[in-house]
């Protein structure tokens, strides 16, 4: 079997991911080789062989100056039909599994997106479905097997082997270049929704973007920062940024306040590592309630004001 593992990275700083993917690798086989794409990446060489890869194949290529999913996807096509590798393995990142699927669909293979666990001598795959909430059983059956890791499914594990540098040839058509990352801006300085210990989130029954007002308020004195649900962000009233999910960010704070969020089950798998949940709706039984630590049933805009006004006449 070579399986061979598309390393991620972006301008050269490797995704912490890349090195899980090839920790599974190693479990289907000893002998795992690499590829990364774009000159940046050369560099990653020594670290990619002290978690295991035999072999790095390193592609050059004008287009490939910065992330591009189209020619990345068309540099692990032309990968595969050159190494003929029996299974290759990336990331269950937003870019391992976009270029995977860019792949596939230039190799006309099926892709298997965000494992957990392969049985190699079945080829029965367990995988995460609906943002973690539940586990599916498939089999895949192809001459090349496409696959992506789920992130945290493996640790990345120390395991020394020669890293031979070899060079892959591949030609790439300019237009491959359509859609390439351009220009990246810090999103928010200091807190972030990710790493924030403490979220107030605000739902549907906000009712406007000035409704946040006093969220902001709230968290502002609490030391925290303000999420979403997604019908917020439907409603262009805050960036995605803000947005708590499954298609959001996955929060996991001391205390989460939920105001006016029904709990829907893509909402609740980016807010269930919170350690504390209080809910605040007029639905006692609203998902989001049934499941908070604590619960308010009352309306956000008379409560959150008055939790405000009640820590500030105890904090002054
Ligand atoms: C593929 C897919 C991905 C998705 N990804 C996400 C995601 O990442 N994040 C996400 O959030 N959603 C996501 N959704 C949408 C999700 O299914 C829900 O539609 C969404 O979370 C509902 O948002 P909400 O709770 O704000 O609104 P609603 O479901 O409308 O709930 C509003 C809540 O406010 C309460 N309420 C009403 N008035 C008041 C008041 N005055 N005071 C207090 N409470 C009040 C109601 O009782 C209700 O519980 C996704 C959906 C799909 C199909």
Redesign the pocket.
């Known amino acids: 079997m070579t399986v061979l593992v598309v390393i991620e990275h972006d301008r050269g700083t490797l995704a912490p991911a890349s090195l899980e993917a090839l920790a599974a690798a190693l479990r289907l086989d000893p002998h795992v080789e690499a590829l990364t794409i774009g000159a940046t990446a050369d560099a990653l060489a020594p670290e990619l062989a002290a978690h295991g890869a035999a072999v790095v194949h390193q592609v050059h290529a004008a287009v490939l100056s910065d992330y591009g999913p189209e020619a990345w996807g068309e540099v692990v096509a032309q990968a595969v039909r050159v190494l003929r590798p029996t299974v290759v393995l990336a990331c269950g990142t937003d870019r391992g599994n976009e270029v995977m699927a860019q792949a596939a669909a230039r190799l006309d293979l099926p892709m298997v997106a965000n494992c957990v666990e392969i049985d190699a001598a079945t080829w029965t795959i367990t995988r995460v479905r609906w943002?973690g909430s539940l586990l599916e059983q498939c089999t895949l059956s192809a001459a090349t097997k496409l696959v992506t890791f789920a992130h945290h499914s493996h640790e990345a594990t120390p395991s020394v082997a020669a890293g031979a540098v070899v060079s892959l040839v591949v030609e790439l058509d300019p237009s491959l270049s359509r859609t390439v990352v351009t220009e990246r801006v810090e999103r928010t300085a200091g807190v972030t929704l990710a790493t924030a210990p403490l979220v107030v989130g605000?739902?549907?029954?906000?009712?406007s973007a000035e409704g946040f007002a006093p969220l902001e308020a709230l968290a502002a004195r609490l030391g925290g920062v303000v999420g979403?649900?997604?019908?917020?962000?439907?409603n262009g009233w805050r960036n995605h940024t803000d947005?708590?999910?499954?298609?959001?960010t996955r929060i996991a704070p001391d205390l989460y306040i939920a105001?006016?969020?029904?709990?829907?089950?893509?909402?609740w798998?980016?807010a269930m590592a919170s350690k504390q949940i209080l809910a605040?709706?007029?639905?006692p039984e609203?998902?989001?309630?049934t499941k908070a630590d604590y619960a308010v049933i009352?309306?956000?805009?008379?409560?959150v004001p008055a939790i405000t006004a009640e820590i500030i006449r105890r904090n002054g």
């Open positions: 943002g605000g739902g549907r029954a906000v009712g979403c649900s997604r019908a917020v962000t439907n947005q708590v999910g499954q298609t959001g105001c006016g969020i029904s709990g829907a089950i893509q909402h798998v980016g605040i709706n007029t639905d609203a998902n989001m309630v009352g309306d956000l805009h008379t409560v």
